[in-house]
Every structure is written in C-alpha cells, then in structure tokens.
C-alpha cells in the first residue's frame, strides 16, 4: 500500500493498545493539530476499522482519507488510517 | 381589512418569501441528515439463555415491524454466536475460558435456577411445550431479516476467541462500531 500521497503532521503509535483507546489517541490528536492537518494512526485492533468509519460519519471536525491493512510484527496484522482535521 | 395595492411593497414581500423558503428549506434539510434511522440497536453483553432469547426477541419483532436492527455482542454475550470451542494453538488463560465457558447457544445456562444447567434444559423443555422459537431458530429468522450482528473484536482477543468458532455472517467492531449505530437508533438496550 502506498502511504506517500498523505504527509501526516502527527503519527499515533496506537499498536497494541485495545478498543477504545485507538480512538480516543486519534480523536485527541484531531482535536490538537491544525486545520487541514492530517493524523497518521496506527492500530493492530481490526476493530478500528469500521471503528473509525463511525467516527468519522458522527464527527464533523475530522475526515477520513484512507484505511489499509500491512503485515506487521510477529503475524499480527497492522491497521493503518490517515485522518485529516477539517473543522 | 387592507388590501395591498403598491406594487414595490408586493415585490418585497414576494422576495421576502421566497428568501424564507430558501432559509427553511435548508434548515429542514440540515435537521433531517440529524434524524435517526428505523433502527434498534442491542448490547448483548450476557451469556444467559434468557437474556439472550430476550435480545433475539425483541431484535426479531423490531425487525418485524420493518426496522433495520443491530446487535452487538461482547464478554459473556459471545458464546451466544459461537459455534464451536477450538483449544489448539492457544495460551492457557484462553484455553480456560473456552473450557469453562458454553461452546454454543445450545449451552447457555439460565440466569436464575439454572442448577447446573438442569434448570436450563427445563426452560428450554417448558419454552418447546409452550411452543416458544428456540434461541437458534430466533437468530436464523433474524439473519434471513438482515439483522446486523457485530461481534466485540477486544473480548474476542480477552478471551481467545478465535474466528473459527464463530457462527457465519458476523461483522467485527468496537465500540465506535456499536456507538455509530446506536447514535442512529431509536432504541438502544443493553442486555
């Protein structure tokens, strides 16, 4: 998967970390960086897929550019988003 | 009464409606996308028979009743949409769970008077004689009616619960994934 078209202005190291908390870094991080700006999160929670999708469709201050999958460390499988702050 | 007769004050007042028409028509537009949706969404957080078949029920009469239905199970609630226990390749704590814990639908105990599982096949014996669905008959009724059934990915990976035991046709989510639907229900019920 080619990340390379976005320039995120923060990266989230969320691996590891279980729902909610996947979220919850994102959506802080959202909330902290300018308008316009883009958050790269990084999750090995599968939830945070369709997690995310809900988030964006509720809240408006934030859009979602992509999501995909990468192999990760140890087998698990890594989940990638790019989150962009629009309001 | 008065009748209006200067064409210039007619003018205004059509223009005037015709900028509140616009006005209205947006505002009525932007609180609709603020609806929710025909639909019931339920936290299946138990692994009791009865509490199941009281999500099942009102998730298969909501779907009935033509709206849209989503079920979100997570902790003890998953043994209701397992299919079979699995113990290879997992870690001992997870072995625990999927030995203690009902393999299917078809093991699920009763909340009260379950005495070792004795009152349990009770009920379900009494529930045949009063000719009550059963919980899998309820489950399939609700997936042929399109019920939506997420199964909560963080209790999966609590307790080890790997795809492969899980019944057909589920999605997996969190709770932005339960929320997301909640927030566009009518109803929302925790069970």
């Known amino acids: 998967m080619n990340n390379a078209q976005y320039e995120p202005s923060e990266v989230i190291d969320a691996s590891g970390l279980q729902c909610p908390m996947p979220l919850v870094r994102a959506s802080q991080a959202a909330r902290k960086v300018d308008i316009g700006a883009i958050i790269q999160v990084i999750s090995t929670d599968r939830g ?6 809900a988030w964006v469709k509720r ?4 859009e ?4 995909n999958e990468q192999p990760g460390d140890g087998g698990r499988t890594v989940y990638v988003h790019f989150v962009k702050r629009i309001a | 009464m008065t009748t209006i007769t200067d064409t210039d004050a007619i003018a205004k007042l059509e223009a005037r409606l015709v900028k509140l028409e616009q006005e209205y028509g947006d505002r009525i537009a932007e609180l609709e996308t603020q609806l929710p949706s025909h639909r019931v969404t339920i936290v ?3 692994g ?7 999500a099942f029920i009102i998730a298969t009469g909501a779907l009935a009743m033509g709206y849209e239905c989503s079920m979100y199970f997570t902790f003890w609630g998953l043994s209701v949409i397992k299919n079979e226990a699995q113990t290879s390749g997992k870690s001992l704590p997870e072995k625990m769970f999927t030995m203690m814990l009902p393999e299917n639908m078809a093991k699920l105990g009763i909340s009260k008077m379950n005495f070792a599982g004795v009152g349990a096949k009770m009920m379900r014996g009494i529930m045949r004689d009063k000719n009550v669905a059963t919980l899998d008959e309820l489950m399939e009724v609700a997936q042929e009616m399109g019920v939506r059934i997420i199964s909560c990915t963080m209790a ?4 080890g ?19 997301g639907d909640a927030m566009d229900s009518r109803v929302t019920l925790f069970i």
């Open chain 1, 48 to 53: 945070s897929v369709p997690d995310f999708q």
């Open chain 2, 44 to 46: 299946c957080f138990s």
């Open chain 2, 161 to 179: 619960v790997r795809d492969e035991e899980m019944k057909d046709g589920l999605d997996f989510g969190g709770v932005g994934t339960f929320l």
């Open chain 1, 64 to 67: 979602l550019l992509s999501q």
């Open chain 2, 156 to 159: 999966m990976d609590i307790m």
């Open chain 1, 59 to 62: 809240d408006k201050k934030v």
């Open chain 2, 48 to 54: 009791d028979y009865d509490r199941a078949m009281a």
